[in-house]
């Protein structure tokens, strides 16, 4: 017998939201005890739930992570995407607006969710894929490699159509991250409260304009 479609909808509604409290439990668990220390219980214990009722949503602590995650990197990733198909396109005729677009993609990424983008920065540093599941791994992998891999072209199509200097192009693509993730963790550990430093913007300003100078043709 078929449920009624008005049940269905909001039993629906209602799974996604506990699915929601969940990510949100998770999340605040794992900004104190980092992925490793955070366990299901301590998850289960945050959200207001038993452990088997955890389960009912997410099978394993990886598969929990990567749906927590996985939004903001497909975000970066789709982002940085529009950017090289318009710089492969001929859409730019600066290299300084490549740069300013570069980093405003970052910013609006830390800025949507400031805990997860720092969250899934200290996951990488601790290299906590080791303790993943296999599977789980490489979809995180999948699409890290994915946004530099964007980055990458950005700059080798940016430096044969003269915008940029002839650079190497990876070491480019990482220096370009880690500036600014670099610059967030430092203004933000010197701000010590919740928000966004008023000093971040500016420091990151000063940032782009360094790149310009360096890496700029025209």
């Known amino acids: 017998m078929q449920r009624n479609p008005a049940i269905e909808k909001r039993l629906q509604r209602e799974k996604e939201r506990r699915i929601q409290e969940i990510l949100q439990a998770a999340q605040r668990v794992m900004l104190i005890k980092n992925y490793s220390g955070a366990t299901m219980e301590d998850i289960a214990a945050e959200a207001g739930i038993t452990k088997p009722t955890i389960y009912q949503y997410f099978k394993t602590k990886d598969e929990l992570f990567v749906s927590m995650v996985s939004p903001l990197i497909e975000y970066l990733a789709t982002r940085l995407e529009s950017i090289r198909m318009s710089v492969e396109k001929g859409g730019y005729n600066s290299g300084k607006d490549i740069i300013h677009d570069v980093f405003n993609v970052y910013y609006e990424t830390f800025e949507q969710d400031q805990d997860m983008f720092r969250l899934f920065n200290i996951f990488l540093q601790v290299e906590a894929t080791r303790e993943m599941n296999k599977k789980a791994a490489a979809i995180i992998k999948e699409w890290g490699i994915k946004c530099f891999q964007e ?68």
């Open 151 to 218: 980055g990458n072209q950005i700059v080798h199509t940016a430096i044969e159509e003269g915008l940029f200097k002839k650079v190497d192009v990876f070491h480019t693509t990482d220096f370009a991250w880690g500036a600014f993730w670099g610059i967030v963790q430092v203004e933000q550990n010197k701000w010590g409260k919740k928000g966004i430093s008023r000093y971040l913007k500016p420091v990151l300003q000063y940032t782009e304009d360094l790149l310009v100078k360096a890496l700029v043709e025209k």
